[in-house]
């Protein structure tokens, strides 16, 4: 099953950031939309590209304006990021031992959608409504 996203909860107002999570969450609808076809290989490097191309950027991104505007949670949030990261890597892990299989990227698409939009409507709209005040 798909996980659907409110775009009001996805929107933090910051256009560098919006762009970001759009892309990711576009990204993420066409991983899902491959669950279709039996391309494990392409889909294994679609959830690499996501992570290392989008994801990492977007998370420094971040870190480096929370840091620039001394922004009072920093750490929590940067932790959160680290967390998601290692949650990443722990499946990538399980991969490799298992091998490329539809259920495990079933597992994989529900973790990352999960775990990023719930940190993107909790963490990342804190974050937002700070630095809007200081970017404005
Ligand atoms: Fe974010
Ligand atoms: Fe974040």
Redesign the pocket.
């Known amino acids: 099953m798909a996980v659907y996203w409110r775009q009001d909860l996805i929107q933090i107002g910051i256009e560098s950031?919006d762009q970001?999570?759009q892309q990711m969450l576009d990204l993420l609808g066409k991983f899902h939309s491959s669950f279709n076809t039996n391309l494990e290989e392409e889909r294994f490097k679609m959830i690499i590209d996501f992570i290392d191309n989008h994801t990492v950027p977007?998370?420094k991104n971040?870190e480096q304006l929370m840091k620039k505007h001394h922004y009072p949670n920093f750490e929590e949030h940067q932790h959160e990021h680290r967390l998601f990261l290692d949650n990443y890597k722990e499946l990538k892990k399980e991969f490799k031992k298992k091998g490329v299989n539809k259920q495990l990227f079933l597992t994989m698409y529900r973790t990352i959608s999960q775990l990023l939009t719930e940190?993107?409507s909790r963490a990342?709209q804190s974050m937002g409504s700070y630095l809007k005040d200081r970017l404005a």
Request: proline share 0%; aromatic share 12%.
């Open positions: 950031i970001h999570h977007t998370f971040e940190h993107i990342d």
